[in-house]
C-alpha cells in the first residue's frame, strides 16, 4: 500500500475525511481579557454569547443532526447552568477553556494545574460528565499545558497546528498520549467576521475550498467558533452553508473531538502492535 493510499484510509467506517466543529463559549470573558472590563462596547457585544447565539447554534446543530464539542469557560459555565446542562443534553461533548479566558502564556505551571482542574470540577458537576478535553483560551499554551493535561487524565488538545492529522504528543513516555487536533485561525469565525467584516457566502467558500483538499488528502479539519459571532443571524449561514456541503460528500466522519481523540489514540495502539488491517 502506497502512502497516499494508507493515509486516505486513517479515518472508521470508510470515512474518506473527517470534521471536528468546536464552539468556544467564552461569555464575556474572552473579551475582558483583550479588551479590558472597562470596555463595555466589546463587553456588551459578547453578552451575545450564551443566549441567542447559542441558542440559534443549538438549533442549527440539532437540524443537522451534528454532535459538537463545546470548549467552556468556567466561570461562564458557573453563571449559566442551564446552559451547560442544555448542551449536555443535546448529546454534544463538553471540555475546558480556562477558568476566565486568562492566557496560560502567562501564568505559572502550578496557576495553569489550578485553572485546569477549577474548571475540570465545575464542568463535571454541572453537565454530569467530566471533561477529556482542553483548548487554552487564545490557543496560548506552553511547553509545561500539554504535561500537565497529560498527568491530570486529559486525552486531547486543540492549541497547535502541528499539521492536518492528529498527533499524540507523550512528554511522560509511562503514560497515555494526548492527542494533538490542529486548529488554524483560518478556521475561525473571529478570523473573518471580526478581524474583518466579510460576507458568509466567502467564508463559506473559504472553507469549502480548504476542505477539498482536506478530503483529497484524508485528513481533519477542526473548526473553532463562538456562539457571540457565529451565532449572529448572517455568519450562522456560514455554518450552514458549510455543513449542507460536507454532509453531501456523503463520506466524511463528523464527529465530536473527543470521539476523534480516541480513535486516534487506538489507531496509534495497532500501529504499535503491527495490527495488519493498518499495514
Request: aromatic fraction near 10%; glycine fraction near 6%; charge should be negative.
Amino acid at each position: 500500500m502506497n502512502q497516499d493510499q494508507r493515509t486516505i484510509s486513517v479515518w472508521p467506517a470508510g470515512h474518506r475525511a473527517a470534521l471536528v466543529v468546536s464552539i468556544d463559549v467564552d461569555g464575556e470573558y474572552g473579551v475582558i481579557t483583550q479588551h479590558g472590563e472597562s470596555d463595555w462596547y466589546w463587553r456588551a457585544q459578547a453578552k451575545y454569547d450564551l443566549d441567542a447565539g447559542l441558542a440559534r447554534l443549538l438549533e442549527l446543530l440539532a437540524d443537522y443532526e451534528v454532535k459538537a464539542t463545546f470548549c467552556w469557560v468556567g466561570l461562564a459555565a458557573e453563571e449559566r447552568p442551564d446552559a451547560v446542562r442544555a448542551v449536555a443534553g443535546a448529546g454534544h461533548e463538553i471540555a475546558t477553556h480556562g477558568w476566565d479566558h486568562r492566557l496560560y502564556s502567562q501564568m505559572t505551571r502550578e496557576q495553569q494545574r489550578e485553572d485546569l482542574i477549577r474548571t475540570r470540577d465545575v464542568l463535571t458537576e454541572l453537565s454530569g460528565a467530566t471533561p477529556v478535553g482542553h483548548k487554552s483560551p487564545f490557543w496560548q499554551s506552553t511547553p509545561e499545558t500539554i504535561a500537565l493535561l497529560q498527568e491530570l487524565g486529559f486525552q486531547w488538545n486543540m492549541d497547535l497546528a502541528l499539521g492536518d492529522l492528529p498527533v499524540p504528543m507523550r512528554p511522560n513516555p509511562a503514560r497515555l498520549p494526548v492527542i494533538q487536533l490542529p486548529p488554524s485561525r483560518w478556521w475561525d469565525d473571529y478570523t473573518f467576521f471580526i478581524e474583518q467584516s466579510l460576507p458568509p457566502r466567502l467564508v463559506a467558500e473559504f472553507w469549502r475550498e480548504d476542505f477539498e483538499v482536506l478530503r483529497a488528502e484524508g485528513k481533519l479539519m477542526c473548526l473553532t467558533l463562538h456562539p457571540w459571532i457565529c451565532g449572529r443571524p448572517g455568519p450562522s449561514r456560514t455554518l450552514g452553508q458549510f455543513l449542507d456541503y460536507v454532509i453531501a460528500l456523503g463520506d466524511v466522519w463528523i464527529a465530536r473531538a473527543d470521539h476523534v481523540a480516541l480513535w486516534w489514540r487506538e489507531r496509534e495502539r495497532d500501529l504499535e502492535m503491527g495490527s495488519p488491517e493498518l499495514s
